[in-house]
C-alpha cells in the first residue's frame, strides 16, 4: 500500500517562500488526485489546493490562490505545494493525502491515505 511522507516543513519568516513534498512511499501515485490541507490544533482541517493525476489540472481553495502552487513531480514521484509569501496566519500542520479511486470526484471528496503531516511556523 502507498504510504504518503510529507516534508519541507519547517520555520520561516513572512514572506519567505517554501515548499512542500508529499512522496509516495512503496509505489508511485495512481488513482484520481493528490490534496493538500492544513490544520491548526483545535481548528476543524482546511482544504487548501488539489492536483488530479491524470491530467494535471488543479483547484485551489480561494484563499490560497495566487500564493500556493500545487504540482506533480514525476522525477522525484512526489506532489509538491510551493507557498510563496506566507503569512503567520498559515502556520498550521500541513498533510497531503491521496484520492486512488479510478473515477473519484473532482475536487476529489474522500481519500483512501493521509500523510503524518509537517508543520510550518511563520513568524511575523
Known amino acids: 500500500q502507498v504510504r504518503l511522507v510529507e516534508s519541507g516543513g519547517g520555520m520561516v519568516q513572512a514572506g519567505d517562500s517554501l515548499r512542500l513534498s508529499c512522496a509516495a512511499s512503496?509505489?508511485?501515485?495512481?488513482?484520481?488526485?493528490v490534496s493538500w490541507f492544513r490544520q491548526v490544533l483545535g481548528k476543524e482541517r482546511e482544504f487548501l489546493a488539489s492536483?488530479?493525476?491524470?491530467?494535471?489540472?488543479?483547484w485551489y481553495e480561494e484563499f490560497v490562490k495566487g500564493r500556493f502552487t500545487i504540482s506533480r513531480d514525476n522525477a522525484k514521484n512526489t506532489v509538491d505545494l510551493q507557498m510563496n509569501s506566507p503569512a503567520p496566519e498559515d502556520t498550521a500542520t500541513y498533510y497531503c493525502?491521496?484520492?486512488?479511486?479510478?473515477?473519484?470526484?473532482?475536487?476529489?471528496?474522500?481519500?483512501?491515505?493521509w500523510g503524518q503531516g509537517t508543520q510550518v511556523t511563520v513568524s511575523s
Open positions: 492536483i488530479r493525476l491524470r491530467t494535471q489540472s488543479t
Open positions: 512503496g509505489g508511485s501515485f495512481r488513482g484520481n488526485a
Open positions: 493525502a491521496a484520492d486512488m479511486s479510478g473515477a473519484g470526484a473532482w475536487p476529489p471528496r474522500r481519500y483512501h491515505s
